[in-house]
């Protein structure tokens, strides 16, 4: 039997902070942002011999921060428990992006599930509603299957962004990404290539993927909001994608899929990123994130 | 109980040229900073100087205080700051208000 949330799932009592989730049988980390940053730490581009060998799209990528989500007008607001939470930023350009990932490998291909209570918000620049000037958030997982898999030898990328606005209009949709952005040697030993799978080409909606989001009706309110989301590294495809009260059909996204790459077998670094469409900064706030799975005993 | 380090990237890969400050970054938490500035070429104009800025909510800035007369070259060595208040900090050059 599976105690996937179960009311009597004596783990989850144990700490009510997780009570919030509805974990897997084995919980690989909980992490509460009040403890620190928990190895979330932000994206570089490869390089090889100088950072001017990376892709330029890497190249500005803001790292995260531990944030007491303090507004001009009210003060403080704390996680969604305690003080800190998990902050991205952008820069303040459209398209700028900051990204946070945290790098493990995983030891059984099975079910995953990576849980996460956020908030996102642009910078109250102005006594406005702003809702249009953060264009994006998501998440997304970095796999690749073992050195002895049986199957197809695989990078798979699992990428859901809800894309919130585009160039000032609100879009408020979830979306999926399996295009393959072109893959660039980096330096020229041959050992590193790098792909800015975060580009803006290639995004697909999530079928009946809109959702209006509790955004608020000033810059400076904050709403938690939840995510989960369900992918199988056995079959290398999503089981289960929700945000709130609303699920999403699973069988209608898929990852992006591609050959191999030398040094990265078993890989699993779940990621987060936030996009500006205005000349704001994008705000991505996170309380709290569960990575979980079914794992053989 | 050890005690807590965060090291952070303000800024990578960036020319400096004339006025620049580097994004915010908040730290609430801290008590004392230790900056560092590292140049990947050759610095062209070595007389330039930086200091640190504090906000309470990284749009309206003030000077953290702390002298900041020594230029870029020395700058670069560790520079330590003492300050209890800071909500977000970012360097900046001189001039730059």
């Known amino acids: 039997?599976?105690?996937?949330?179960?009311?009597?799932?004596?783990?989850?009592?144990?700490?009510?902070?997780?009570?919030?989730?509805?974990?897997?049988?084995?919980?690989?980390?909980?992490?509460?942002?009040?403890?620190?940053?928990?190895?979330?730490?932000?994206?570089?581009?490869?390089?090889?011999?100088?950072?001017?060998?990376?892709?330029?799209?890497?190249?500005?990528?803001?790292?995260?921060?531990?944030?007491?989500?303090?507004?001009?007008?009210?003060?403080?607001?704390?996680?969604?428990?305690?003080?800190?939470?998990?902050?991205?930023?952008?820069?303040?350009?459209?398209?700028?992006?900051?990204?946070?990932?945290?790098?493990?490998?995983?030891?059984?291909?099975?079910?995953?599930?990576?849980?996460?209570?956020?908030?996102?918000?642009p910078e109250a620049v102005a006594l406005e509603l702003l809702e249009t000037d953060v264009r994006a958030f998501g998440f997304g997982l970095d796999l690749q299957v073992g050195d002895r898999a049986t199957g197809a030898a695989e990078r798979v990328m699992p990428h859901l962004r809800y894309l919130n606005a585009l160039d000032g209009r609100r879009a408020e949709k979830w979306q999926f990404k399996r295009a393959i952005e072109p893959l660039r040697d980096i330096g020229g030993s041959g050992k590193t290539r790098s792909h800015f799978h975060l580009a803006p080409t290639g995004w697909e909606d999530v079928p009946r993927g809109d959702q209006r989001l509790c955004y608020n009706e000033i810059a400076t309110k904050h709403n938690w909001y939840y995510v989960r989301i369900g992918f199988d590294l056995g079959s290398m495809a999503f089981t289960e994608f929700r945000c709130n009260d609303r699920v999403f059909d699973p069988s209608g996204i898929a990852p992006m899929r591609f050959p191999a790459m030398p040094n990265l077998s078993c890989m699993l670094n779940p990621f987060m990123w936030v996009e500006a469409d205005a000349p704001t900064r994008a705000f991505l706030y996170v309380d709290s994130v569960v990575l979980s799975a079914e794992v053989d005993s | 109980m050890i005690r807590r380090s965060h090291t952070t990237i303000l800024e990578r890969n960036v020319r400096w040229t004339g006025s620049f400050a580097s994004e915010p970054y908040e730290a609430a938490w801290a008590f004392e900073a230790v900056c560092f500035v590292r140049a990947l070429e050759p610095m062209l104009s070595p007389g330039a100087a930086a200091r640190v800025h504090l906000s309470a909510n990284g749009m309206l800035w003030t000077d953290e205080g702390t002298p900041a007369s020594q230029s870029l070259p020395f700058w670069a060595g560790p520079k330590r700051i003492d300050a209890v208040s800071i909500v977000y900090g970012r360097l900046a050059p001189e001039g730059l208000r």
């Open chain 1, 1 to 121: 039997m599976t105690l996937h949330g179960a009311p009597n799932d004596t783990r989850l009592w144990a700490d009510p902070r997780l009570s919030r989730f509805s974990p897997l049988s084995r919980i690989l980390f909980f992490d509460d942002f009040d403890c620190g940053m928990n190895g979330w730490t932000g994206l570089i581009g490869n390089y090889e011999g100088s950072l001017g060998t990376m892709l330029p799209e890497y190249r500005d990528l803001r790292p995260p921060m531990l944030s007491t989500i303090s507004m001009w007008d009210t003060g403080t607001v704390g996680g969604l428990d305690g003080t800190y939470a998990l902050k991205l930023a952008t820069k303040p350009r459209p398209g700028a992006l900051a990204v946070a990932l945290k790098r493990l490998t995983w030891r059984y291909a099975g079910p995953l599930q990576l849980e996460v209570i956020f908030t996102f918000k």
